[in-house]
């Protein structure tokens, strides 16, 4: 019998993608909340909740962050959606998805440091640390987070959405002009998709718990990857004097093909996989 998978966010990038490739394994039996419209159904009470209980689910997994609106509360409504699914099928595993850029050094050092925490964060990043913060309240003793670097997916199944955002912007901006920041030394670090559900899939099997960081290891900075992509050197203009660090890049010349670094994903994944313990 098949281990049953529950799915929330299902239908964006990630989650369609780690659809896509737990079901190539053939080991689970996934789940997902009813897809209306290509959205996803909200699981924002305990009657919406409820259609999941007592159905032998294992495992969930959380790739829903709110964004809009009443975030907060939307957040503290799906998780406590999700504690009370996990409490009434005795599961063996919540994998919540959160992001690296929560902390400074994290990208770097793979650890976890409560210092370096960035004061000033991206929507997206302020969300996902909200997320972690309510599932922390609970004291789950099955609860495992996995703070990801940039997933991005080289096969080409899904064209549109293949690579990370920032160089698919960098590609497709049709005023080839993009922003960057502190000159272009922000830390990227890229993780496969193929990858994300190999080192998801040992997870499981070995039932880790705690606080992880999951990426490739190999750090580059952004200006780095604009170079690499564009093969030429631009001019920094400052974008607004009143903004320190603040600049635009002319990428008028840029190519029109991409061609990745090449990582080796796999020996990564496993080196931060065993070099972290369980919290």
Known sequence: MKNKILIFGSTGFIGSELIHKLNKLGKFEIITPQ???????????????????????????????????????????????IVNINHNNNCSLIIHFSSMNIYSQSIIENIIDEDALIEVRDNYSNNKKLQEDIFFRFNLNNLIILRLSNVISTNKRNKKNSYFSFIDEIIRNNSKVINIYNNGKECYDFI???????????IINFNITGIFNL??????????????????TFTLVNLNKTTLNSYILDLTKINNKIELVKFDWKQSLRKIINKNKPL
Do not use: T
């Open 35 to 81: 897809i209306i419209d290509g959205i996803e159904e909200d699981i924002l009470s305990i009657k919406s909740a409820s259609q999941f209980y007592k159905r032998n689910i294992k495992y969930i997994i959380n790739l829903k962050v709110y964004l809009s609106g009443n975030s907060n509360s939307n957040n503290s409504k799906l998780i406590e959606s």
């Open 192 to 202: 496969d998709i193929d990858y994300l559900a190999y080192c998801l899939n040992m």
């Open 215 to 232: 990426g490739s290891g190999n750090v580059i900075n952004k200006i780095d990857i604009i170079n690499y992509l564009s093969n030429d």
